[in-house]
C-alpha cells in the first residue's frame, strides 16, 4: 500500500506561481514513478507531469512545458511540481499519482496504483 497526501494547492493570480507537494508512506518512496494530473470541473482527469524512478527521466504535457516542473526528493518521500506562469485555465484539482509499474508510460492514467485526495488551484485573470 502506499499513501499520497498533496498540499500546496490555493488561489493565484495569472502569471503566479505555486509549488504543489506530493507525500508519499507505505513503501520506498524510490520504488515507485510519480505523476502528476488535473481535472477541471467538466472535463476528464489528464496528464500534466511525471517522473522516472530509475534517473529521474520526466514527461510533459504539451499545454504545461516550459511553465511546469517535476521533481522528487527520495530523502523526504516527496514529489513537486512547481507551477510557473500559471493561466486561468490552468484551474483544476491536481493529483499525485504512484506508479509502480515502471514498463508504463507516465501519461497513462489507468495504470497508476495509487492516488491522492486532491489539491485545488484556482488561477484568476
Known amino acids: 500500500q502506499v499513501q499520497l497526501v498533496e498540499s500546496g494547492g490555493g488561489l493565484v493570480q495569472a502569471g503566479g506561481s505555486l509549488r504543489l507537494s506530493c507525500v508519499a508512506s507505505?513503501?520506498?518512496?524510490?520504488?515507485?514513478?510519480f505523476g502528476w494530473f488535473r481535472q477541471a470541473p467538466g472535463k476528464e482527469r489528464e496528464f500534466v507531469a511525471g517522473?522516472?524512478?530509475?534517473?529521474?527521466?520526466?514527461a510533459y504535457a504539451d499545454s504545461v512545458k516550459g511553465r511546469f516542473t517535476i521533481s522528487r526528493d527520495n530523502a523526504k518521500n516527496t514529489a513537486h511540481l512547481q507551477m510557473n506562469n500559471l493561466k486561468p485555465e490552468d484551474t483544476a484539482a491536481y493529483y499525485c499519482?504512484?506508479?509502480?509499474?515502471?514498463?508504463?508510460?507516465?501519461?497513462?492514467?489507468?495504470?497508476?496504483?495509487?492516488w491522492g485526495q486532491g489539491t485545488q488551484v484556482t488561477v484568476s485573470s
Open positions: 499519482g504512484a506508479l509502480l509499474r515502471s514498463w508504463y508510460a507516465l501519461s497513462d492514467e489507468g495504470r497508476y496504483e495509487y
Open positions: 507505505g513503501r520506498p518512496f524510490s520504488t515507485a514513478d
Open positions: 517522473i522516472r524512478r530509475s534517473d529521474d527521466t520526466t
